[in-house]
């Protein structure tokens, strides 16, 4: 059956993961794997969700299977923080959500949904995108295209090219957005964008599917998912997929919903029974530990609250590392200007650097980051940015 079978290549990034941890320089960067970390490098279970976890399991008593959307309570406050606790859609019929295995396998049950409503569908993914996009959506058999996003050489939006090739799509077409902190560029569209981008999907009516990942990372957990409320309010139908990886720090415990928007309740009451029947065929049921936690979290007025203050902090700390760094290039008298990681959002930044330069900085300052030059911003410290700064400085005047 597998003597034909040949090895596949190590995944880019997981292999700068390895080869980091493999590398005995004391010295030694990580702005690679987009996991957030604090001020001493560890990425801990925040005291919110700790606690949520020790009330889930002084009361948990059965490990029978949940129910087949997930766990209630998870679905529930999930739904209330992405659209907005008064949000009309709520109460509309519209909206059915299933929990589903991290944001990743939120995406793939989408995609498999979109499938079954139109094979031929092709899905528009941003120019460039979080590099796993493009793998989900072609195994679930679906055509992939690129819109234009983001010009690294001037390190600002396409905003015209991308509103321009949005114009000529329609109701074959899927157009996947990144809610907030955009992976791996961090820019994000502005609010006259996302206001263009939906009256697009409703005229030409395409299918917007949202991707968010980092809610609460780039302003705060409203103002970041406030394009994506209004673009919910205006189009008949549309997909979110939503991770609890970063925000919940959950990573590990594989946590997300995929949520539909149809038309009518009717439609809305078929597209969950496809969400259902294709998780059955893939994993049945989704795992309960993560689901449970937020469930528990989210429906506790006190535990919310600390988790927003927690969240708050993250999202202040890697806001002052952008303008730390900044300042940090700048007083080495560096001429470029990277200014624009300011104004950018969430954990990525494009540095703009060649990849030679890319590799230079790996060889000769054991400072790892992904071959297109992202690099992940809770990976710099007040104690590594000073000989990041020096590193770079060092690099872009060879
Ligand atoms: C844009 C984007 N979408 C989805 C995901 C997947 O998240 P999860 O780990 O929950 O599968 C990530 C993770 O890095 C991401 O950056």
Known sequence: MFKHMTALPPDPLLGIAAAFKADSNPKKVDLGVGVYKTEDGKTPILTSVQKALQILSNTEDSKSYIQARGNQAFLDGMEKLVLGAGNALL???????????GGTGSLRIGFELIKRGNPNAKVWVSGPTWANHVAVIKAAGLETAEYPYYDKANNQLKAD??????????????????????NPTGEDLTPELWTKISDLAVEKGFLPFIDIAYQ???VDLETDVAGVRELLSKVPEAL?????????????????????????????????????????????????????????????EALTAEWKAELAGMCARMIDLRALLVNKIHERGVEEDFSFINRQKGMFTFLGITPEQVKAIRDEYAIYMAGSSRINIAGVSSSNVDYLADALAAILKK
Do not use: W
């Open 161 to 182: 090219e991308m509103l321009e090739a949005l114009a000529q799509l329609g109701p074959n077409d899927v157009v996947l957005l990144h809610g907030c902190c955009h």
């Open 240 to 300: 979110i997929a939503t991770s609890c990886s970063k925000n919940f720090g959950l990573y590990r415990e594989r946590t997300g919903l995929l949520t539909s928007i149809s038309e009518t309740s009717v439609l809305a009451g078929a597209a969950l029974s496809h969400m259902l029947n294709i998780a059955r065929e893939i994993y049945s049921m989704p795992p309960s530990y993560g689901g449970a936690t937020v469930g528990i979290l989210l429906a506790d």
């Open 91 to 101: 109460d509309s019929g519209r909206v059915e959500s299933v929990q589903c295995p």
């Open 216 to 218: 609460g990372f780039g």
